[in-house]
């Protein structure tokens, strides 16, 4: 069978024809060298078949780059990793504060603003160079949702109600903008009306080459649920303790006593770690 022509059914719901490329390129963006690529796509071209889903051929790379390289394999997880933080939206609320104080802002995460007409609860706020930022957050447990037009237009209208009455009451600051992020991505109406409004939309992977992956990428803010060398359990533990990023285990070692992970184990995670970080 002609590999090309083998369609995939994305996990978006999308059909897609297979591409070898794409293959090599996500895997590459993953840090693996290029003989470990070589060695990936080998063993999974004849596995290919007309309707393999996307998940499939995931799960096959990602098995493989495990084997191979652990570090690629964390990096190769990262977005099926942001959605593994739900189905609370605030670790990944958390996280979006922790990248913008990376930027040079300060951060408040969950506060709540008065407006003219009512009060609002702001996932993040953000301030720098005498501008405050209000961020709404939208966190999705699946990539099949989008953020369609009407997002963006109720959060501009919170902004603007927030903004008049900020603006107004003497604060040390200008309310200067919203912002709208989410872990999944936004409509081509979505994209015009916050053009439109001057609204910032932030995602995966938009502002192209801007995004949340590039971003974490880039700052080294990876959350615990990429780490291999922890189980989906201890993953879940440490969440609900409140400790969203791997370097917060970096600071504080000690804290694996607290989960009951012996020393042998906590010396592989922070080695995991420390590669995964360049720290």
């Known amino acids: ?11 978006s719901g999308h059909l897609e024809p297979f591409s070898k490329q794409k293959l ?17 796509v080998k063993s999974i071209y004849p596995l290919i078949y007309d309707g393999i889903s996307s998940d499939v051929i995931y799960g096959k790379a990602f098995f493989l780059l495990k084997k191979l390289n652990g570090v690629s394999a964390s990096k190769y997880s990262l977005k099926r990793a942001i959605f593994d933080l739900g189905p609370s939206g605030y670790p990944f609320e958390k996280l979006i504060g922790a990248l913008l104080r ?3 802002y300060t951060t408040k995460v969950s506060e709540i603003l008065q407006g003219i007409s009512i009060n609002h609860e702001i996932d993040v706020l953000a301030e720098k160079d005498g501008n ?60 015009n009306y916050a053009k439109s409004v001057d609204l910032t939309l932030f995602s995966w992977d938009y502002p192209k080459d801007n995004g949340i992956s590039k971003n974490i990428d ?15 359990q201890e993953k879940t533990q440490f969440i609900e303790k409140d400790i969203i990023l791997v370097k917060e285990l970096i600071k504080d070692p000690d804290i694996f006593k607290d989960f009951n992970i012996p020393s042998h184990r906590s010396d592989n995670i922070l080695e995991e770690i420390k590669k995964l970080c360049n720290h």
């Open 102 to 104: 990376q930027k040079g």
């Open 218 to 232: 880039e700052f080294g803010l990876y959350p615990i649920t990429v780490l291999t060398s922890l189980s989906k």
């Open 24 to 40: 090599e390129e996500s895997l590459k963006k993953s840090g693996a060298s290029i003989q470990e690529i070589q060695t990936i």
């Open 132 to 191: 405050t930022y209000i961020i709404e957050c939208k966190f999705h447990s699946s990539p099949k949702i989008v953020c369609d037009v009407k997002i963006p237009l109720y959060i501009n209208s919170r902004f603007l109600d927030v903004q008049k009455k900020w603006n107004s009451s003497g604060k040390s600051t200008h309310l200067k903008q919203g912002w709208l992020v989410t872990n999944t991505r936004f409509s081509e109406d979505a994209i």
């Open 1 to 11: 069978m002609d590999k090309n022509k083998v369609i995939v059914k994305k996990k």
